[in-house]
């Protein structure tokens, strides 16, 4: 099956500082690719959508300005947390959709972001 | 508005056979899906129903009633491997997943 890769898998970082996470589908294009929050206990959280080459659709009580999201390629989107807090800590999953296939979502592995 | 149920928490015995039940409403139909997800990791597909009935993919089959708005995941023969999260997710009309909450499933030896 499709592959959609993440780095880094952890991060670990002080209160202030922006975080990049980076979302790969290795053997597919990407048209679409999802970005979610998952905390501890609770289901996935859609964040944001967003397609190539176009802007981010956020969720309702998603910061856009704090919750960076780009997606410049067929193959690669970003999330940016900027100036991120504890509260940001949080297990991050993105997921990709290739055009031919709409009902099929790729997740990649997750990212475990740990703000100090 | 959309909504997904789903059992917050069964427990079931290894070997055994478990069902976890799925009810949706949701603003249009693509499909259903279910998936595991263990503790730590990403959400794995273990299915996917867009028509009624039973589709059946080793031990675990999924089954479907779009005019019920229901959903059930059968799990056979359960393993302890099989201690996870099976997560219920429906695709509407824009392609959009919908998540349930998920249901942890316990398996006791």
């Known amino acids: 099956g499709a592959v959609v890769s993440q780095h880094p898998s952890w991060v670990i970082c002080k209160s202030g500082t922006s975080v990049k996470i980076e979302c790969r589908s290795l053997?597919?294009?990407?048209?679409?690719m999802f970005w979610y929050r998952q905390f501890p206990k609770q289901s996935l959280m859609l964040m944001a959508t967003s397609n190539e080459g176009s802007k981010a659709t956020y969720e309702q009580g998603v910061e856009k300005d704090k919750f960076l999201i780009n997606h410049a390629s067929l193959t690669l989107s970003t999330l940016t947390v900027t100036s991120a807090h504890p509260e940001d800590s949080s297990f991050y999953i993105c997921?990709?959709?290739?055009?031919?296939?709409?009902?099929?979502?790729?997740f990649g592995p997750g990212t475990r972001l740990l703000v100090l | 508005g959309q909504n997904i149920d789903q059992p917050t928490e069964m427990t079931a015995t290894e070997g055994a056979i478990v069902q976890i039940n799925c009810t949706y409403q949701t603003s249009g139909f693509n499909g259903l899906f279910w998936y595991q997800q263990h503790a730590g990791e990403a959400p794995t597909f273990l299915s996917y129903n867009v028509l009624d009935g039973l589709e059946e993919k080793g031990r675990f089959s999924s089954f479907l009633s779009r005019s019920k708005g229901y959903s059930y995941l059968l799990l056979k023969e359960l393993q302890m491997k099989d201690s996870a999260s099976y997560l219920c997710?429906?695709?509407?009309?824009?392609?959009?997943?919908?998540w349930g909450a998920g249901t942890k499933l316990i398996i006791k030896p």
């Open positions: 997710a429906v695709m509407d009309s824009n392609y959009q997943l919908i």
């Open positions: 053997d597919f294009q990407a048209t679409t």
């Open positions: 997921s990709a959709r290739e055009y031919r296939q709409q009902e099929t979502q790729y």
